[in-house]
């Protein structure tokens, strides 16, 4: 895989660690791959934090699972609190490894007070968690490495990416996490990028927007009436009822967005997430406003 260069106009930059996943998530839009390819990564990376613009305002750790990575990742993070005091870190995991308190203990040191790591959450029935992760037991080791995460003092934005065997269940998600992760930093309702898993199992888990925006937004008044910060990613300002379409972020990365015709005349272009480039066919429902 060739990584693009950081560029500080973007709004993605990324450290991307590893194409190996511990996880088999049934809408994953980069399949995992079985391939030894850590430690080139690692080298790369280490020569693109060196190279990094000072004033970089973030920086990504993706895979794959960054946690794999083992006391690397801990490296790597470390340089770039070194090299990069003010730019804030974003690791993205599926959380597991983090039921290792002393090793999320280190991790927390090493990246100090920039650091967020985003998990995502995909039921709060556990057996549905652990169907979409594609893994046995995944719900209880991400729930015990969601509370070290808060114990170690790690910024958390928790991600729902939205599916067929999730939606019906977005409001009893946002009472658990009421209920039980009331420490998280952020959440995020996720709009899923239509290519990898989401297209092969498409018949179990593909659903269009239209369909869950009743759940969705019965989900993000509740989270917003109890105060959280609480918001909706990847999907465009015209399926949203108005009164939500300040929880919706352009949170596409430059790189893999897109507008389409009817965007053209449309007065929200500017604010809009607009699509994913990389999905194989737009959102149903889409209009100008
Ligand atoms: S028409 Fe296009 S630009 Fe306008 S809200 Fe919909 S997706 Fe966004």
Avoid at 168 to 186: C, E, P, T
């Amino acid at each position: 895989m060739i990584q693009r260069d950081i560029d500080i106009k973007s709004n993605d930059n990324t450290l991307f660690t590893t194409s190996q996943c511990n996880n088999r998530c049934i809408m994953c839009c980069q399949p995992p791959l079985v391939t030894d390819d850590i430690e080139e990564l690692y080298k790369e990376n280490i020569k693109r934090i060196m190279q990094a613009p000072k004033d970089l305002p973030m920086i990504g750790i993706t895979g794959g699972e960054p946690t794999l990575l083992g006391e690397k990742l801990i490296s790597l993070v470390s340089l770039v609190r070194e090299q990069l005091p003010n730019t804030e870190i974003h690791i993205l995991s599926n959380g597991r490894a983090f039921q290792d308190g002393e090793y999320t203990m280190r991790l927390a040191q090493a990246g100090g007070e920039k650091l967020v790591v985003g998990v995502p959450f995909h039921s709060d029935y556990y057996k549905d968690h652990d169907i979409i992760a594609g893994c046995k037991g995944a719900f209880n080791e991400t729930m015990i490495g969601l509370y070290n995460l808060a114990g170690a003092g790690v910024c958390i934005e928790l991600r729902i990416v939205m599916n067929a065997l999730n939606y019906k269940r977005f409001y009893s998600m946002a009472q658990y996490i009421h209920r039980n992760l009331s420490f998280v930093g952020w959440i995020a309702f996720m709009g899923m990028e239509y290519v990898g898993y989401a297209v092969k199992h498409s018949k179990n888990i593909w659903i269009e927007p239209i369909e869950y925006i009743p759940e969705l937004t019965s989900a993000v008044k509740y989270l917003s009436e109890w105060k959280y910060d609480v918001n909706i990613y990847n999907i465009p300002l015209c399926l949203l009822p108005e009164q939500y379409r300040r929880f919706a972020q352009k949170s596409i990365s430059d790189w893999k967005n897109k507008f389409i015709e009817t965007c053209s005349t449309c007065t929200h272009k500017h604010d809009c997430c607009g699509l994913f480039s990389t999905s194989i066919k737009p959102y149903e429902g889409l209009k100008s406003l």
